[in-house]
């Protein structure tokens, strides 16, 4: 980024982070589940509205699209850089004592979505501010989406709409409470996890507890398969790939000398590895029906897509750097580890180079909030960061897409 560029975001932050943080506290009382953000995204359109842009909605679904160095015809003009946020809230309870504490009784910015899409717009608001005397070399396109945290999540309904053609690259900013204000947490190669979901359900003709040699014993089948099916993957996929097969959920039976007629295991699977995720399916199924072949049961294995991994290109991160060192000093990036956590940021990965970068948001020396808790907060500086920080790396990658863009 070049200095005028970095003293005119880092101005115009200045000016207008009291308002950033007052929208973001207000978006935090009102939060919104999934494919239900109408009240977030109508703030955001009339505030693009307000600046003089022109944010395209989604179809069906609340979120919104805007471009910033548009030609006159509106058509994007040179690189197109994606700058993406999420504004779903999660489906828990805000248990803070502050003033804008959520006032949706069960309904909680638990993970930080109300920052992420606070710190797009001030970015977005930031360079158009500066393109109205200095051209941008490329288009900046501000994605808004809603339902990050649902599955199929809504980084596919704006794939669906088109909004990635054409784009040269991607990026996005997630919270990080390990991580102090100020710091930004950056990973070449996969940062996030693939995550899906897996039931299986187990059946057979059920019987007494006294006789199982003369019927299906379900249960035992069942310990088996949770048990056997996670070692089994793991001596037929590649360690490198960090596969992750855990079970939140076993349930059959009703009572104590019945043996049940069917059964369910609920969990999830993860992995790093793009490779391993496309064929894991298919290796699943294959693998639990040899299982429980031995003990006659029947299953049927409902495996359900979740996210691919996010895997950052490496000069999407490069970018990211250079805004770090030019906004906010070189020793305010550091290596963050792999997460297993999932991001649906992921797909657009599937079809863009591009990169998510952690942003730091715990007060320096106090407690970490960890992220899904109904106590979650951040150091509200983090807002004015990350702004500059997503506008830098846009400039960058608007100046030097990447070579597979």
Known sequence: MEANETAAVAGWVTDHEPELIALRRDLHAHPELGRQERRTASKIEARLRSAGLSPRLLPDVPGMWC????????????????????????????????????????????????????????AGLALADHARSHPLPGTIRLVFQPAEELMPGGA????????????????????????????????????????????????????HTSRPQNT?????AMVRLAADLPAALGRLVDPRSALSLVWGQVQAGTVANAIPRTGQ????????????????????????????APYGAQIVVDYRRGVPPVVNNGEVVDAFRSAVDSA??????????????????????????????RLGTRVPGGPTHDLHQGTFDVDERAIGVGVRLLAGAALELLRHPPANS
């Open 265 to 292: 295991l609920r969990g999830t699977l993860r992995t790093f590895s793009r490779e391993t995720w496309d064929t894991i399916p298919a290796l699943v199924t294959r693998l639990a029906e040899q299982l429980v």
């Open 156 to 207: 596919l309904d704006v794939i669906d709409a088109g909004v990635l053609k054409p784009v040269s690259a991607a990026i996005a900013v997630h919270c990080d409470p390990a991580l102090d204000v100020g710091t930004i947490g950056l990973r070449t190669g996969p940062i996030t996890s693939a995550a899906d979901a897996i039931e299986i359900t187990i059946a057979g003709p059920g019987g």
């Open 328 to 357: 906010l000093g070189h020793a305010a990036a550091t290596t963050v580890a792999q997460s297993l956590g999932g991001e649906d940021f992921g797909w657009y990965l599937n079809h863009v180079p591009g990169g998510l970068a």
């Open 67 to 122: 471009d910033i160095g548009a030609g006159p015809d509106g058509n994007p003009v040179g690189p197109v850089v994606v700058v993406r946020a999420d504004m779903d809230a999660l489906p828990l309870a805000d248990v803070k004592d502050v003033p804008y504490r959520s006032t949706v009784p069960g309904v909680a910015h638990a993970c930080g979505h109300d920052v992420h899409t606070v710190v797009a717009l001030g």
């Open 216 to 220: 299906v014993d379900l249960i035992y």
